[in-house]
C-alpha cells in the first residue's frame, strides 16, 4: 500500500507527527541555545521517530509505526527539557557551594522556598521510570521554564553576596591583624621585660 492511498495519508495527518514532530524541534532549538551539547539525546530521539515514520512510508499497514514515532518526538521534548533541568541543577549545585559560607537569606529573602522547589524538581526528576519519559513531558517542559528563573534569581543575586563576601573578608582580616599586632606587641613586651631581669 503507498502513502498516495487516501486511508494511509489520513491516518498519517491523524497521528499528529509532524505537530509533535515541530514541537520537539522547538524544544530542542531552545535548549540549543542554552547549551549545544545537552540537544544530543532529544536529537536520537527524532532520530527514531523519523526512522517509524519511514516504515510506515515503506509499509502503510503497520500503523503503529505511526504511534512509536509520536512517542519519540515526545521523548525528545523531554528528553531537550530534562538536559537544561540537570544543567541548571548543576548550577543550583555551583552556586550552593560559591555561597556555602553566607547567608544567603539576606540577599534572597525567598531562598529557602527556591531551595525546597529546586529539591521537589529534583524529587520528580528521580522518580522517573526511564520507559515513561513520553508521559511526563509536560511536566518536564514547566520545570525546565521554573528552574531556568530560579537560576536567573540566582545569578542576579551574585553581585551582592560576592559584596557580602569580601566585607567578610575584610573584617577577617582586620581581626586577625589586630590578634597578630597584640601577639607581637606581647612578645616584645615580654621579650624586654626578660632582657631587664
Known sequence: MSLSDDKSFSLLIQSEFHLWFKKAEKAVKEIEY?????????????RYAGYHVSNYLENTDLTDELNR???????AIYDAYE?????????????????GTVVISE???DYSQ??????????FF???????????YVACKQYHLELRE???????????LNKKIRIERRKSFIAI????????????????YLNTN
Open 34 to 46: 542554552i547549551h549545544t551539547e545537552l540537544t544530543m539525546p532529544a536529537v536520537n530521539e527524532l
Open 69 to 75: 514515532a509520536v512517542g519519540h518526538c515526545k521523548r
Open 83 to 99: 538536559a537544561s533541568i540537570l544543567y541548571n541543577l548543576k548550577e543550583f549545585r555551583s552556586f550552593k557551594e560559591d555561597y
Open 107 to 109: 540577599v534572597l529573602p
Open 114 to 123: 527556591l531551595h525546597f522547589r529546586v529539591a521537589g524538581i529534583l524529587d
Open 126 to 136: 528521580q522518580s522517573i521510570d526511564k520507559e515513561t519519559k513520553d508521559e511526563h
Open 150 to 160: 530560579i537560576i536567573k534569581k540566582l545569578d542576579s543575586a551574585r553581585e551582592e
Open 177 to 192: 591583624s589586630g590578634v597578630v599586632v597584640a601577639l607581637l606587641a606581647t612578645i616584645i613586651a615580654l621579650a624586654a
